[in-house]
């Protein structure tokens, strides 16, 4: 098995540009979000929209936490909210979370997928389906598969997707079966995609 080993300059000069990034994880992506949220440039052109597996049963205080770190707008994600440039959204709990035309964002109480009720696969396979070869999928660390089918959704669509690498994450299950499904991936340790975030094109002011 073969996976590519990314430049985060190359990747992030090569950009279309990105009109929206997803990222997901579980146990263990945290502490690589409390590395990537940082580095998110004020002005970004494009969306951004984190889903992370979440107890159902509490309030999710994920975007209270993340406000305090990052240069953009953080607002939990609402049904049928206008997906803006610029703007971070995260998934609340015990909902999916999907990609809809306008672009929108829309919440559903289907059943759990791989256990989970936010999935990931859900949020990136809808978002692969609405932006195509202008999306970026990052997949970071958990403990079981959700994801892999989504981020192939994603590099089948022509976005480009980037998985952590297993030997960085606290729980290498699900960024490992992303590369067993699809070794194109890109891999890289959560600096790197840090790195690859603090270069990505931005709103300049006149």
């Known amino acids: 098995m073969s996976a590519r080993v990314a430049n985060s300059g190359a990747i992030a000069s090569s950009a279309g540009p990105w ?23 004020a002005g970004l052109q494009a969306a951004v929209i984190v889903l992370l597996h979440l107890p159902r049963d509490r309030r999710s205080l994920l975007a209270d936490i993340f406000r305090d770190r990052c240069a953009l707008p953080v607002l939990e994600a609402e049904d049928q909210q206008q997906i803006q440039p610029g703007h971070l959204y995260v998934a609340p709990p015990d909902y999916h979370l999907l990609v809809d035309k306008g672009p929108r ?14 999935a990931i696969d859900v949020l990136f ?14 997949l970071l660390s958990g403990a079981n598969e959700d994801g892999a089918e989504g981020l ?24 490992q079966a992303a590369l067993t499904k699809v070794p194109g991936h890109h891999v890289m340790t959560p600096d790197e995609i840090a790195a690859m975030f603090a270069r990505l094109p ?5």
Do not use: F, W
């Open 19 to 41: 009109e929206a990034i997803v990222i997901g994880g579980s146990a263990g992506a945290i502490d690589a979000l409390n590395v990537l949220i940082p580095a998110l440039p």
């Open 105 to 118: 964002l829309a919440l559903s109480i289907d059943e759990p997928v791989h256990y989970s009720r936010p």
């Open 125 to 138: 396979d809808s978002a692969a389906h609405c932006y195509g070869g202008k999306l970026l999928g990052v």
């Open 152 to 175: 192939a959704a994603i590099h089948a669509a022509g976005g480009c997707t980037v998985v952590q690498s297993p030997a960085t994450a606290a729980m290498p299950t699900m960024p």
């Open 202 to 206: 931005v709103h300049r002011l006149l």
